[in-house]
């Protein structure tokens, strides 16, 4: 009967290796230490990447030392691939990830996630000249520069339109800036943080979609105090005009809502 005593101990094992911490038990630790420890991609512009003098930047790093001051601490990135880098809470690498991580249902069941802090949306993009193309329905015989699996391809085609296989963003806006393309059905951040790099360029937003898409900040589930700590913490610089400053920044307007 050993092999039962073994088994049952494994079993035991890990039972205690995946229950929640004690409460308030992270945020006391990261307090102590004057560190929160934030796991990011580093090369997801503008979110978070290595500017010329490669320093990590970005609207995420900035957000995420803006929470860490009000906690009273610093932040500390920790750089990770996107495939591993949530996985990287569970093996408590970091005690959280600020990488654009949308709030899903399913991310729910085993994370924990802060208020959201950034919206996108579904933007219809057209030429700055083009007057025919009003709305999502103006697109039936159209050409629409999309990533072909992406949703945004998949609404484009439901909305009638022909489609133009890209590589993302960049080659679809240049798609439509040389008439190889009618119009785009993009992310409304993408487009933002093109526009303040390039506020000359000829394109425009005809049409969005009314539900927004939300990114939050993501710990490990159970740690009920932190998420409040970083949801105060994001209150407060909303209210200082601290997330405005860092919001124009990047993208020359509110993308909180």
Not at 17 to 41: C, H, M, R, W, Y
Not at 83 to 90: P, Q, V
Not at 95 to 104: F, L
Not at 109 to 136: M, T
């Amino acid at each position: 009967m050993n092999w039962l005593k073994s088994i049952a101990a494994a079993a035991l094992l890990q039972a205690v290796a995946i229950t929640p911490s004690v409460a308030g038990e992270n945020l006391d630790q990261i307090k102590a230490a004057g560190v929160i420890k934030i796991g990011t991609e580093g090369t997801y512009a503008p979110f978070t990447f290595h500017d010329s003098a490669n320093k990590l930047t970005g609207f995420d790093v900035e957000i995420g030392e803006a929470v860490a001051n009000k906690l009273g601490v610093k932040a500390e990135f920790i750089e990770g691939k996107w495939d591993g880098l949530i996985a990287g809470i569970d093996a408590k690498r970091y005690d959280a990830v600020i990488n654009q991580v949308g709030i899903t249902e399913a991310r729910k069941q085993k994370y924990a996630f802060s208020d959201p802090y950034i919206a996108s949306k579904a933007v219809l993009i057209v030429r700055s000249n083009d007057e025919e193309i009003k709305g999502f329905e103006s697109l039936k015989g159209k050409k629409s520069a999309q990533s072909l699996t992406s949703n945004f391809g998949k609404l484009a085609e439901a909305s009638g339109a022909e489609l133009v296989g890209t590589d993302g963003f960049d080659q679809s806006i240049q798609l439509v800036l040389t008439r190889r393309a009618d119009a785009t059905i993009n992310d409304s951040l993408s487009f933002l943080d093109f526009k303040k790099k390039q506020p000359q360029a000829p394109v425009k937003i005809v049409a969005e979609k009314a539900d927004a898409d939300f990114s939050g900040i993501i710990v490990r589930k159970g740690d009920d105090e932190l998420v409040s700590a970083i949801n105060k913490a994001l209150a407060d610089i909303k209210a200082d005009g601290t997330y405005k400053t860092i919001s124009d920044k990047y993208f020359g307007q509110d993308v909180s809502k």
